[in-house]
């Protein structure tokens, strides 16, 4: 808080591009573990075994199509945000307002709520607290922190979770594999690992509720039957993993701060291995902690369950945080709570600044545009309060949702609202004919599209393995990895129908926007430059009054320690331009481009050993 400056935009990004690899990488992959993911990864691999270890692994080709592919467009367009890339891209503020007011959504429905969620099992486990009453203290800490905390230096922070987090879970899956007897003893123990109690007296549960499935050692599951089929893991996953990976804000402003395109390319390859970890830190640790404590984990009884855990349609959720607390000594159970929580309430932190920065800048300020500076700082706080009065109202969704696996709560989230999205920069940047009103009516049809899935969905609820859902067939027996394909193919459809039955957008606006005009040197004229000229000069004007306002000495510590205080160095003309020249080099010495090639060819053959390995 003391050393960086919070007050301005201007201070956040004054550093312009100066990020190495290695904390580049090592962010990447602490914004996207949280503790939703020690949760919800262990507790699907306690119920159906390691196939959702490959949605991780999805991530070991994704990252390479991020910084060969996504970053030098984003880079080569001088953007910083995505909703900046989309009006850029098409002109007119609807996709811009669209686009903040989905993301919001998603926020609320899978991020926020997920790790509150998860957050609040590791206190339950931990402490015996009340559910609720641990998601409050949760909060009550995560507002103050969001309220004052400088996200400046956010990357080096994640750098030094990543290192904790990896240590923690390491000697805890070492500690797992210890009791179980190691990996031929998984395979053996796990598939005898059934609870006890599969009665509750008036009726005895089918043998599918509380066996392991027959193919849990498997990532490659039928078609059809399989719970995680592999036509859905390889296509359908791909698309969500395009959407987050590619044009999801927190991930790709990890990329653009690198400080050039040889550290962006190798941050992301640093990652990619990384993410081969997760299957054996948290899915088979998940799974060796049904063999420990098969009745707790695994129960079928919701009497049981609710004695356990206190949700009654399964415990899987708590198959983690209970081996952090039965397994490892007491000085280690306290180091792997704090990572656990230190996770949460950064990647929390995160998604409440970008959420309340979406809402205020992008929304509120089209309903009031002469809103004041000052009023604007209030609302972005205030509705960072409405925000998790609303997660916390998600929470007995998320709780009940998918038979109390959180992790493919998330994903099926994802895959109702994310695919259109991913259509749209997909095509953005890989087709220069799609225009503004193909594009925008995609992104509508498509999300139409998914939320008449996702509210039928949760309307008739996810049922229990013992009490399936009335939900029609021909909405809900459709996998959601299905529903992602189905719904991406749509609205590329759409979007490029209406594109060609409208008019194109002239190349001169269009210079490094998308991948055929990406190495085009002539000037750019941008769509709606007039409106951007007429827009600007009020922010401006309001910040020198605050900066010249006289200020007491009470007031400027309190305005320091929220983060409300204008200071900071102001750039001249020229300095702005060369900084913006910058920031949009993707030039590249030709030792380290091949170098960084070969890694990511390396890379590439991994995730394909790994796979037909598992298969």
């Known amino acids: 808080m003391y050393s960086t400056n919070r007050g301005t935009v201007g201070g956040f990004f004054l550093a312009g591009r100066s990020m190495v690899w290695w904390p580049i990488g090592a962010s990447l992959f602490a914004s996207n573990i949280g503790s939703g993911h020690f949760v919800g990864l262990a507790g699907t691999g306690a119920a159906a075994g390691i196939a959702i270890g490959g949605f991780e692994w999805n991530a070991l080709v994704m990252v390479v199509i991020l910084g060969w592919l996504f970053v030098p467009i984003y880079i080569k367009a001088g953007v910083v945000t ?132 027959p193919d849990a050692f498997q990532i490659f599951r039928d078609p059809i039957t399989g719970d995680l089929p592999w036509p859905g893991l390889i296509f359908g996953l791909s698309i969500l993993a395009l959407w987050y990976w590619c044009t999801d804000q927190v991930i790709v402003q990890r990329c653009l701060s690198g400080k050039n395109m040889s550290h962006v390319k190798a941050g992301c390859i640093f990652c990619g291995y990384m993410k081969l970890l997760p299957m054996f830190l948290m899915v088979m640790p998940g799974m060796i902690s049904r063999v420990l404590y098969t009745d707790e984990v695994a129960c079928v009884v919701p009497d049981v369950c609710r004695k356990a855990c206190g949700t009654p349609v399964g415990c899987t959720n708590v198959a983690y945080p209970t081996m952090v607390v039965k397994l490892m000594p007491d000085g280690l159970r306290g180091l792997m709570l704090s990572v656990m929580l230190a996770s949460l309430m950064s990647s929390l932190t995160s998604i409440f600044n ?85 594009a925008f009516w995609g992104l509508l049809i498509g999300l139409l599209i998914g939320l008449s899935r996702m509210i039928t969905e949760f309307a008739y609820g996810t049922g229990s393995c013992a009490q399936p859902s009335d939900c029609p067939d021909i909405i809900c027996k459709v996998h959601y990895l299905y529903f992602a394909i189905i719904l991406f193919v749509i609205s590329v459809i759409i979007i490029l129908s209406v594109s060609f039955l409208t008019k194109p957008i002239d190349d001169v606006h269009l210079y490094r926007l998308c991948w055929t005009l990406r190495n085009n040197t002539e000037q750019r004229l941008d769509l709606d430059a007039g409106e951007t000229l007429k827009e600007e000069p009020t922010y401006q004007e309001e910040e020198e009054a605050v900066l010249e306002a006289e200020v007491g000495c009470c007031k400027k510590a309190c305005n320091w320690f929220c983060g409300l205080d204008q200071g900071g160095p102001q750039l001249s003309k020229e300095e702005e331009e060369a900084l913006q020249q910058k920031l949009m080099d993707t030039t590249e010495d030709p030792f380290w481009r091949r170098v960084v090639n070969t890694n990511a060819i390396i890379l590439l053959a991994v995730a394909v050993f790994c796979h037909g390995f598992f298969a």
Do not use: H
């Open 82 to 213: 995505m909703p900046e890339y989309l009006k850029k891209r098409f002109g007119g503020k609807r996709i811009q307002v669209y686009l903040s007011i989905l993301s919001l959504f998603l926020y609320i429905f899978t991020k926020i709520s997920a790790d509150i969620f998860s957050g609040a099992i590791f206190i339950q486990v931990a402490m015996k607290l009340n559910i609720y009453l641990a998601i409050i203290i949760l909060l009550a800490i995560t507002a103050l922190y969001t309220i004052t905390g400088g996200l400046a230096a956010v990357i080096y922070t994640d750098t030094l979770q990543t290192l904790i987090m990896l240590v923690g879970s390491i000697i805890l899956a070492v500690f797992a594999f210890k009791e179980v007897g190691g990996y031929e003893e998984l395979m053996d123990k796990y598939m005898k690992a059934i609870p006890s109690a599969v009665s509750d007296g008036n009726m005895t549960f089918p043998e599918q509720c509380y066996s392991p499935r």
């Open 354 to 438: 970008s959420a309340s920065t979406l809402f205020t800048m992008d929304i509120y300020t089209k309903i009031r545009a002469e809103a004041k500076e000052r009023e604007l700082m209030i609302v972005g706080r205030v509705f960072i309060f409405v925000l998790i009065g609303i997660s916390i109202a998600w929470v007995p969704v998320v709780q009940s949702a998918q038979n109390g696996q959180l992790f493919d709560y998330i994903q099926s989230i994802t895959s109702y609202l994310g695919p259109p999205i991913a259509a749209v920069f997909f095509l953005a940047i890989f087709c220069k004919r799609v225009n503004e009103q193909g």
